[in-house]
């Protein structure tokens, strides 16, 4: 069916306990996923041991100890007993319903990447995973959760040989490897699904203490500028903006607005930045700042692929 993978941070404190809600849900989608940990950070091979899920503690690093996509997809691929594959960040929920989206875009493509937005919540303690969890998780993030934008992805799913042997140097838990792996998908003649319609992946939410600039460090940190630049800058950054098709509870729709996108790009933005430099003192005094704004218009398009 499906081969799950993804790499955690040390499993200390609340981290420790959201990556573990994560992971048991992601063995819980179906008997037949198999579920890939990379690394041997804290607590990891104790959790992949308490779990039954395949460890792999070995994993390539650059100078300052981070983790390299590709050795984790290209690994993935060699060892998946499964032809789909999905990434996932460690702490993300998902829920059996995935496996059904899954199995409904494979038949329809023999050559995808499926990926859709995150709801986040405020998750601090266990998981009950007993009887009917998926419902009470369901029921809790559309009561209390909050959908992000186009560009807030935490999971990509792809048939097995996509980006075999395709991914530049670009290291996780830093940004623009996830909007590249949208732009390559799309390249090399994939249909790009966006799936939000059908998938409700929940991302606990968390700080970001792990990096020593916080949140400020993973989008324009040294390591997350080299991966824009390795990425080929940002008009090789999409988001489900550009997907091919849309993957609602009951269809699969074509996307035919993702073919205008590298001309909106084009013209939308300087024209929006226009906008946002000529009417900042006034924005100021409204305390209208560029954000609120980008969020309000679902522009929000960075990504939290920091892992």
């Not at 960040?89 to 998902?94: E, P, S, T, V």
């Not at 809790?140 to 992805?153: A, N, Q």
């Not at 008009?235 to 993702?258: C, F, I, N, S, V």
Request: charged share 25%; with cysteine.
């Amino acid at each position: 069916m499906l081969t799950m993978f993804g790499t955690p941070k040390p499993f200390n404190g609340h981290i420790g306990v959201i990556q573990r809600n994560a992971l048991k849900s992601w063995t819980l989608l179906h008997p037949d996923v198999e579920v890939i940990l990379f690394g041997d950070e804290k607590g990891a091979a104790e959790v992949c041991r308490d779990l039954g899920i395949r460890h792999e503690p070995e994993v390539r690093r650059n100078e300052y100890g981070t983790k390299y996509l590709n050795d984790m997809f290209d690994r993935a691929a060699e060892l998946s007993r499964h032809p789909f594959l999905c990434y996932a960040n460690c702490d993300i929920m998902l829920l059996p319903s995935f496996c059904r989206a899954v199995e409904r875009v494979s038949t329809a493509h023999s050559k995808f990447l499926m990926a859709g937005c995150r709801w986040d919540i405020d998750i601090t303690e266990p998981w009950d995973f007993s009887l009917a969890w998926d419902e009470r998780l369901r029921s809790m993030v559309e009561s209390r959760g909050m959908k992000k934008g186009l560009g807030w992805i935490d999971y990509f799913c792809f048939s097995r040989e996509l980006y075999r042997g395709e991914i530049p140097p670009l290291v996780v838990g830093r940004c623009w490897w996830d909007q590249w792996l949208i732009w390559k998908a799309k390249k090399l003649g994939a249909a790009v699904i966006d799936s939000t319609g059908a998938v409700l992946a929940v991302h606990q939410n968390h700080d970001y203490s792990y990096h020593p600039e916080g949140f400020k460090g993973t989008l324009e940190g040294e390591e997350a500028m080299a991966n824009r630049r390795l990425a080929g800058g940002k008009w090789h950054l999409y988001t489900l903006m550009e997907a091919t098709h849309q993957l609602g509870p009951d269809e699969e729709k074509r996307h035919w607005g993702h073919s205008l996108m590298p001309y909106v790009r084009t013209w939308w933005n300087p024209l929006w930045y226009s906008f946002l430099s000529a009417t900042l003192p006034a924005r100021r005094r409204l305390k209208l700042q560029r954000a609120p704004i980008m969020k309000a218009l679902g522009r929000d398009t960075v990504s939290d692929s920091r892992t």
